[in-house]
Every structure is written in C-alpha cells, then in structure tokens.
C-alpha cells in the first residue's frame, strides 16, 4: 500500500529554520515527481515546490514566494524527500502535504502546478511561524 508520512513541522520564530521529511513507502520514488504543497486557513493549497528525476538527473522546481529560501531533494535510496525551509515568513505558515505522482513527459513545472493530478498524499504536517 503506498503511503507517504511527513515530519518536521513545528512552530519557529521568523527568520529561523525548520527541515521537513517525507517518507514514502509502497512505491520507490525513482518514477515519481515528488512534491510539497502547503494550505493556509482559508486559502487554497499550492505547489511550494517539486521535483523530478530522469537519467539521475534532478529537476526542481520552486514557488516564486520560497525560491532563495527553500530547498527540495530526494534520496532515492531511503525513499525519501525533503524540504529545508530557511529565513521563514509568518506568511510560510500553512499545513504542508507531500505528494507524488508518476513521472509525466512535461515539466516540472507544470506538474508542480496541477496539484489535483497528484495522486498519492501524505497527511499534512503543521508548520507555524510566530514570534
């Protein structure tokens, strides 16, 4: 059964730092565009960040509102991906989803960009930026 479980979240002053994981099991991500996605309260949820590999090479793709901040990898190894958050906002603050969705001919871009493609979704980790 495939399933992926986030970790990570937390409450951190603005300007700090917090790294989210993402364990996938069920699948190996080899054949998957991974990514995050976040919602806040009374928002609809977006494409944060994502990637692809092919011939192991990464392809990444980053929200204009997190790129310079924000870093996604992926150890296909362990089935694992990351998000590290740095110089975080209070307008970071939402519930953030790891996703996946087999590899498409398109780029990561736009699948970043068709969250409800997606298929498969973790629960949602909180993350909370206050001072």
């Known amino acids: 059964q495939l399933q992926l479980v986030e970790s990570g979240g937390g409450l951190v002053q603005p300007g700090g730092s917090l790294s989210l994981s993402c364990a996938a099991s069920?699948?190996?991500?080899?054949?998957?565009?991974m990514g995050w996605f976040r919602q806040a309260p009374g928002k609809e949820r977006e494409g944060v960040s994502c990637?692809?590999?092919?011939?192991?090479?990464?392809?990444?793709y980053y929200a204009d509102s997190v790129k310079g901040r924000f870093t996604i990898s992926r150890d296909n190894a362990k089935n694992m991906v990351y998000l590290q958050m740095n110089s975080l906002k209070p307008e970071d603050t939402a519930v953030y989803y790891c996703?996946?969705?087999?590899?498409?001919?398109?780029?990561?871009?736009?699948?970043?960009?068709?969250?409800?493609?997606?298929?498969?979704w973790g629960q949602g980790t909180q993350v909370t930026v206050a001072s």
């Open positions: 069920g699948f190996t991500l080899d054949y998957y565009t």
């Open positions: 990637i692809s590999s092919s011939s192991s090479v990464d392809t990444t």
């Open positions: 996703a996946a969705v087999p590899r498409r001919i398109t780029t990561v871009k736009a699948m970043c960009l068709m969250i409800y493609d997606f298929d498969y």
